[in-house]
């Protein structure tokens, strides 16, 4: 099916965000399932979560809902796979650096096999300190230190070395870790 919208107003981050009245699919108020043995996806939204108008914007044929359906390293092929024009890499080159940084982060702390809408309430406790992490990371504070308590929880061994080898790249990017194992 095809649906076209005209859109009056100026997007913004809120008509992206399920956790926004504004954003989120009337139906299933943004929860995209139902609690329900049979068929508990939204017919709605097919459990993308959001309204048709704001599912209906599209970067390469790929709305927000299906983007976040990708892994982490999907998710950086995909941004680093854009061909943006000046303008547009103006506007966009901050925020898409930002996301670059987390995603890469995720990578190298053994993450790389979670999707973008992996739900929080499935998350180990050491998968959720790394994602926190990442998020502060991303947003280039700088002289902080971040207290972990066995961030390990739920990394493969061979992934420990990968995530003390990005503790010391924090350290040179002015951040201190400071383990509990
Ligand atoms: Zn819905």
């Not at 954003?23 to 609690?35: K, M, N, S, V, Y």
């Not at 459990?47 to 390469?60: C, F, M, S, W």
Request: net charge negative; charged share 20%.
């Amino acid at each position: 099916m095809l649906l076209s919208f005209f859109q009056e107003e100026e997007l913004s981050p809120r008509m992206f965000s399920f956790n926004s009245h504004v954003g989120a699919c009337p139906t299933c108020d943004g929860l995209g399932e139902f609690q329900r043995i049979n068929n508990p996806q939204c017919q709605d939204c097919g459990g993308e979560r959001l309204k048709a108008e704001y599912r209906a914007v599209t970067i390469n044929q790929q709305n927000i809902s299906q983007f976040c359906q990708l892994s982490v390293p999907e998710a950086r092929q995909e941004i680093e796979s854009w061909v943006l024009t000046e303008n547009q890499r103006t506007v966009a080159e901050q925020a898409l650096g930002e996301i670059l940084t987390r995603l890469k982060f995720l990578e190298n702390v053994g993450l790389d096999y979670l999707t973008l809408d992996q739900k929080a309430s499935t998350l180990s406790g050491g998968e959720a300190q790394r994602i926190r992490l990442a998020s502060q990371i991303g947003s280039g504070l700088v002289g902080v230190t971040y207290v972990l308590d066995e961030p390990t929880i739920g990394l493969h061994p061979r992934d420990t070395a990968r995530l003390i080898r990005t503790s010391y790249i924090c350290s040179s990017r002015k951040y201190s870790c400071c383990y509990r194992a």
